[in-house]
C-alpha cells in the first residue's frame, strides 16, 4: 500500500424519477464496505422502498483532505415557525445577507425551489445583495459531496451533539455539510431546513456565527425544504466555488481537539 486512499461515496435513492434520498461519506479503505452498507441501509430505512438505489464510489488518491474545525452550535428553541423564520432573517441581516436575499430565500424554500416547484436535489447558489440565481442548473442545484467526520471527530461529535439532546444522523451530517459549504470561496451563509416531512428544524450557518440552529423552521407535515448558499455579490467566479463544493475533500475535526 503506498499510503491511505481516500474515497468518496455517494447515495442516491429514487421512485421512478422522483428522488427519495441520498448521502455521502468520504472514508479510507478499511471502512469502506461498512459505509457502503450504512448508506444502502438508509436508503431502505424510508417509509416507501425505492426503485433504484445508486451507490458511487470514487477513489480520490492518497492525497490528503483538508482538515477543518467543525463549526459552533447554538441551539434557538421555540416551536413557532414564523417566529424562527423572523430569528433567522435577522441572524443572515447580521452576517451581511440583504433583505430581497433573505426574503427570497424563504419564499423559494417554503414552495419548492425548483422550475417545476419540486425539491431540489442540490443547493441554491444566490448573490446575497440582489437575489440573483448564480447555480448553473435550477432544476438540481449544486450538491455539496467529499467530506465526513475525521474518525476521531465522529465519536466526539455523537457525544457532544447527544449532550445537547441531539442524536439524529441528520444534525451530524447537517453540521459536517455546513462547516465544508461555508469555508466555500466566496460564500457569506447558508439557509438550510429538510424536506422531510416529519423534520421540522434547521440552521443558519456562517464562519462568523457558526451553525445556529432552530428547532422549527417549518411546520410539522410539510414536504417542502432545501438549501440556500449565499454568495459575496463581489465573487467572480461560480465555477471555483462549484469545484470546491462538489471536488474538494474535506474532513472535519472536533473544535475541542
Ligand atoms: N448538497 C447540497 N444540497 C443538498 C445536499 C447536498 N449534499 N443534500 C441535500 N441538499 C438539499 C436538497 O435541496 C434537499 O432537498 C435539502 O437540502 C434538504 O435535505 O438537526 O436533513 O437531507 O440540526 O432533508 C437540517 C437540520 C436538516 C439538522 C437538513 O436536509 C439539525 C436535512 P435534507
Ligand atoms: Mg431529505
Known sequence: MNGTLYYSVRMHASIGSKHLSGAERLVTTTVLDRAVSELVS???????????????????GAGRPRILKSLDVTM???DDYRAARIAASKVLREIGVSDIPINLALDLLSRG????????????LMDGLTGGRLEP??????????????????HLIRTKLAGYGLSHFRTREALALATKVVHGPGVIA??????????????????????VRFSFLKQAGNNRGGRVLFIDHQMSSIQ???DYLQNEAVLIDCPDR
Not at 42 to 60: E, F, G, M, N, W
Not at 137 to 154: H, K, M, Y
Open 42 to 60: 438508509r436508503a431502505l430505512s424510508k417509509r416507501v422502498a425505492p426503485d433504484q438505489i445508486t451507490v458511487t464510489i470514487d477513489c480520490l
Open 76 to 78: 434557538m428553541p421555540g
Open 113 to 124: 425551489a425548483a422550475p417545476s416547484r419540486q425539491n431540489m436535489r442540490g443547493a441554491i
Open 137 to 154: 442548473d435550477q432544476e438540481r442545484g449544486v450538491r455539496a459531496t467529499r467530506f465526513d467526520w475525521t474518525p476521531e471527530a465522529d
Open 190 to 211: 447558508e439557509l438550510c431546513w429538510s424536506d422531510d416531512p416529519d423534520y421540522t428544524a434547521g440552521y443558519v450557518a456562517s464562519r462568523s456565527k457558526g451553525y
Open 240 to 242: 471555483r466555488l462549484v
